[in-house]
């Protein structure tokens, strides 16, 4: 199902959402279109992609993606790529350290040519006549994690960050409780075990304030929109222990 976020007649941002059927991880996939070109960021894999191409055709023409944005090398983010690559002329945004993977889930020679590799710092792209910027969101959750943000609608497309995992919720819906999310959502369970640690959390943190962000829109579940509620997830996530900060001997029990 599409669900538009922002519509100002000539630059346009759309969720899909509720693309998965079967046993795979429910997620959003998104399109930010501009001057009648797109960019689709993480279009999921084999399960969502005939899906996608159905639902994106009402806002634009599959011809006029110019880029495939994946954030990571998931393949519940990039495995479809072979399928975008053989009907458009879409090149890949990816990070420099994972694409030399892309190649394993495409035809030979299907990449050549077609690869951005995003530097460390990140990078802007042009997109008709605005600019996306591609800000880095490293170890959070894996090395190479990128985020678009863009200018003109005040989003921050943001990952995995700020996920949760609960069907039914989509990107277009709004948390409104953020305490009860973090609870019955697995938000806080999901970030504690898939986010590497709170220096990474801090650093990113320090950086988004520094952003006119005016909705933090997750790869999966609900999303943060308003100031009010995009500074209450930046404050939680601040001061969140995860990954490495909670390891500890028992998780790596002796072996007899």
């Known amino acids: 199902m599409a669900q538009v976020l922002y519509n100002d007649g000539n630059h346009k941002c759309i969720a899909f959402t509720d693309l998965v059927q079967g046993e795979g991880i429910q997620s959003n996939q998104f399109a930010i279109v501009h001057d009648g070109d797109g960019m689709l960021l993480d279009p999921g ?21 110019r880029y495939i944005f994946a954030s990571h090398q998931d393949p519940d983010i990039i495995a479809s ?3 975008w690559l053989l009907i458009t002329d879409a090149q890949i945004v990816i990070a420099q350290e994972w694409t030399r993977f892309i190649p394993h889930f495409c035809v030979k020679g299907a990449t050549e040519g077609r690869l951005i590799p995003i530097p460390a710092r990140g990078m802007t792209l042009p997109l008709g006549r605005t600019r996306l910027e591609i800000v880095p969101a490293h170890y959070l959750h894996t090395v190479g994690f990128f985020q678009v943000y863009d200018p003109i609608s005040k989003i ?18 709004p948390v409104e409780d953020f305490d009860r999310h973090l609870v019955d959502h697995h938000m806080s369970g999901f970030h504690r075990r898939y986010m590497s640690n709170n220096r990474a959390a801090r650093l990113w943190v320090n950086m988004v304030r520094q952003m006119d962000v005016e909705w933090i829109v997750p790869q999966h579940g609900a999303s943060y929109k308003g100031k009010d509620m995009v500074k209450r997830f930046l404050d939680w996530f601040e001061k969140l222990e995860c990954g490495t900060d909670l390891l500890s001997e028992a998780d790596f029990p002796p072996r007899r």
């Open 45 to 65: 894999g084999n399960l969502t992609y005939k899906h996608l191409l159905a639902e994106m055709a009402e806002h634009f023409l599959p011809s006029h993606t």
């Open 81 to 83: 790529a072979n399928g």
């Open 156 to 173: 921050l497309f943001s990952g995995d960050i700020g996920a949760s995992l609960m069907d039914g919720i989509s990107a277009a819906q």
